[in-house]
C-alpha cells in the first residue's frame, strides 16, 4: 500500500494516534475484509480500498470535514467516527 498510497499511510497512522489503533483496526476490519459500509475507505489518485460509505453517513461526514477534505484530489481516508462505531458493534 505504500507504493500506491503513501499519503493514504500517512493519514492512517494520523488517525491511529488521533483516534486509536484500536479504532482504527476495527475501521480497516469491518470495511476492508467484512466489506461492511460506513466503516472504512480510502482513495489515492484511481486507488481504492475499502467499501464506500452510503446516504446520511457520508453526508454527515462531509458536512463535518467541510472544506479540509479536498474529495477531488489527493488522498482521502474516511473511518468511521467513535461514537458511530460503538452505536453499530
Not at 491511529?16 to 482513495?43: K, M
Not at 479536498?70 to 468511521?80: E, K, Q, T
Amino acid at each position: 500500500m505504500q507504493q500506491h498510497m503513501p499519503g493514504v499511510v500517512a493519514m492512517i497512522q494520523d488517525k491511529r494516534l488521533e483516534l486509536g489503533a484500536e479504532h482504527v483496526n476495527l475501521c480497516w476490519r469491518r470495511g476492508v475484509i467484512d466489506c461492511t459500509p460506513g466503516w472504512f475507505y480510502a482513495r489515492e489518485g484511481a486507488v481504492a480500498i475499502g467499501t464506500p460509505f452510503f446516504g446520511s453517513e457520508i453526508e454527515t461526514l462531509l458536512s463535518e470535514l467541510g472544506e479540509t477534505l479536498d474529495i477531488r484530489s489527493g488522498p482521502m481516508v474516511i473511518l468511521a467516527t467513535v461514537e458511530a462505531a460503538h452505536a453499530k458493534a
